[in-house]
């Protein structure tokens, strides 16, 4: 009785380590699903806006061409006296005003008043008394001296300001470079005290301002 007892145990055993080796037989034969592929991790960079160097040299080329006319209206200026008087300069005022092409006297660019304010901002640092004359209502295009700011009353506008000279200047487009010509002119006998005229290539920068042609300053006439 005993013996059948283990027999039935051992039978049993067996039969549980059959099914066993066979559930283990299926699972390996399944087909694996491949894994989800791991979403991509992309990094959103912002492009930054930098300066090009060609923008920086441009604009050193612009810098030195004005510091070079600013020299030559100091050396060629007549009363060299007034210039090394610091009571006279103190005394003394310079209008000053945008420059204009010499194809239209009747609007000036973005170039002509950049021209005007980097001269002015030089003969300031130099100690002289400039002020701009560009809002007068009096303004308008004196072509016979060939540069704006000259009133109906060219007089009138000296005095209106108690000063004694007029900074100006005018240019010329060629296809390569630009000619300008910057002048000093005295109050009463309206006598170039400096005159220095230099080519400033035409190179993006340049061209970009003599094409922008809004907002332009446009003359006023004298009532």
Not at 45 to 51: A, K, L
Not at 112 to 123: H, N, V
């Amino acid at each position: 009785m005993v013996r059948g007892t283990v027999l039935r145990w051992l039978l049993m055993v067996m039969l549980l380590i059959c099914l066993n080796a066979c559930a283990c037989k299926k699972r390996c034969c399944e087909p694996v699903a491949p894994a989800e592929p791991e979403a991509e991790i992309t990094e959103v960079i912002s492009p930054s806006i930098e300066p090009s160097p060609l923008d920086d040299i441009e604009a050193a080329v612009f810098e030195t061409f004005m510091d070079r006319l600013m020299a030559d209206l100091k050396a060629n200026f007549i009363d060299q006296g007034l210039l090394l008087d610091e009571n006279r300069r103190a005394e003394t005022k310079f209008l000053y005003s945008a420059f204009v092409g010499e194809d239209n006297y009747d609007a000036t660019t973005p170039l002509g008043r950049m021209m005007g304010d980097a001269l002015a901002s030089r003969m300031q640092n130099a100690g002289l008394q400039v002020i701009e004359v560009r809002l007068s209502r009096s303004m308008r295009i004196h072509k016979k001296f060939g540069m704006m700011a000259m009133s109906q009353d060219m007089q009138k506008l000296f005095d209106e300001h108690q000063a004694s000279f007029m900074i100006t200047g005018s240019y010329t487009v060629t296809p390569h470079s630009v000619y300008v010509l910057a002048k000093v002119i005295g109050n009463t006998s309206q006598v170039i005290y400096a005159s220095s005229g230099a080519w400033l290539p035409r190179a993006s920068m340049v061209n970009y301002l003599l094409e922008y042609r809004q907002p332009t300053v446009k003359v006023v006439p004298a009532d």
